[in-house]
């Protein structure tokens, strides 16, 4: 009994076809007997395929632009239905001849042919048997060829090691499926039904994120375990990418968050604030204070800290009394004179009239100032000199 599928990663969806259109079936094993079984033509015509490759068993789409293309689905539409699929050496080639084109391709056919609102025309084709290009007989009005059919190494069936390689390779199809956005979680359902191994191989190489390259050796690959190994060797290689690129979305939205969370709660305070009092005339005041510190020459260090207690005065109430002891202190910060320096005026006749003015009697004192201020004219060397006044309050040790 053929089970209902869906279409491969890159193929179209079921919407694309009629509501009297039958669905298109996985392969299962007496599917793949069935076509091991049938006899290949002697000739086939050779539509080429630009960038992909089609593996046996998998349903793909191809657009067809080319008039050769274009006349050889709809001659072979009208007829056997059969045609030969081969992957081009390079994509860039217009007009295809026989050396453009790899040996090896795969027997496919029609299931549908569309006719798309943009008038191209779309193909919808299924891989069945592997073969080889003998002899390209014609090229016009598109190539045909006689080919040969390529025979397959399969493994013993009770091989328990291409068996684990099939389990690893359905555990990790079925991971990459739920970890990948790009691809919809119906495609586990596709995975989970596949009863034939080497169909398995065939519909996750031809979904694989692989090179032309890449995919056509896989194709040319005539031992089956073998080709089961490099399929899971790349879709390792995919998993380990698709983790990372998962990693570092995960971090680059997690700052996201964070600067967002900031943003809602700096604006949840500043209403917070308004609704209180003041929080309009305390913003003010700490831009006025950030356009300060840019006209400031200080140093780097100097800079981070400054805007560190202003980050910090900002997410105050400014009713609190803390409030008041942060602002003033960021406004001495503000008030200093950071690398301004002023000249020394070393003159004692002047100081010794300014002490006389301001102070009545303490002449000791005063002779020590003069006499500190003496020291410092004539060495003019010293640094940071500090002279300690002591004696009971009030008796002008400050002033």
Not at 381 to 386: L, Q, R
């Amino acid at each position: 009994m053929k089970k209902s599928s869906l279409l491969s990663l890159d193929s179209l969806s079921l919407q694309d076809f009629d509501e009297n259109s039958e669905l298109i079936p996985l392969m299962t094993p007496e599917d793949e007997e069935e076509i091991n079984n049938e006899k290949l033509p002697e000739t086939l015509p050779i539509l080429s395929l630009r960038n992909t490759v089609l593996f046996p068993g998998v349903v793909i789409p191809i657009t067809a632009g080319r008039d050769k293309s274009i006349k050889l689905i709809n001659d072979a539409n009208k007829g056997s239905k059969v045609i030969g699929v081969v992957a081009q050496k390079d994509e860039s080639v217009e007009d295809p001849k026989a050396g453009d084109i790899h040996e090896t391709g795969t027997v496919a056919r029609i299931l549908r042919v569309l006719k798309m609102p943009d008038g191209n025309t779309t193909v919808i084709i299924q891989g069945k048997k592997r073969f080889k290009v003998a002899e390209v007989i014609t090229e016009e009005p598109y190539m045909n060829a006689t080919i040969r059919e390529v025979p397959e190494a399969k493994p013993a069936k009770e091989n328990k090691e291409f068996e684990a390689i099939i389990d690893s390779i359905k555990e990790l199809a079925l991971q990459i499926i739920k970890d990948s956005p790009n691809i919809p979680s119906e495609a586990s359902f596709a995975i989970k039904n596949i009863e034939s191994n080497s169909f398995l191989i065939n519909f996750v190489s031809s979904n694989m994120n692989l090179s032309v390259k890449e995919k056509q050796l896989l194709l040319e690959n005539n031992d089956l375990k073998e080709r089961a190994l490099a399929t899971l060797k790349y879709m390792n290689l995919e998993f380990q990418k698709l983790e990372l690129k998962n990693d570092i979305q995960l971090k680059v939205q997690s700052d996201m968050n964070q600067q967002q969370r900031e943003y809602f709660l700096h604006q949840q305070m500043k209403t917070i604030q308004e609704e209180l009092g003041g929080g309009v005339s305390s913003g003010e005041e700490i831009e006025e204070m950030r356009m300060r510190s840019k006209k400031k020459k200080w140093d780097d260090k100097v800079a981070e800290h400054f805007n560190k207690e202003l980050a910090k005065m900002q997410r105050m109430n400014p009713q609190v009394a803390e409030y008041s002891i942060q602002r003033n202190y960021l406004d001495l910060f503000l008030d200093l004179p950071w690398n301004e320096f002023s000249t020394d005026k070393f003159d004692l006749k002047r100081a010794k009239k300014i002490l006389d003015r301001d102070h009545y009697g303490l002449d000791d004192v005063k002779q020590r100032i003069l006499e500190h201020l003496a020291v410092i004219k004539l060495r003019n060397d010293m640094k940071s000199p500090i002279i300690c006044l002591y004696g009971p309050p009030g008796v002008g040790k400050t002033s």
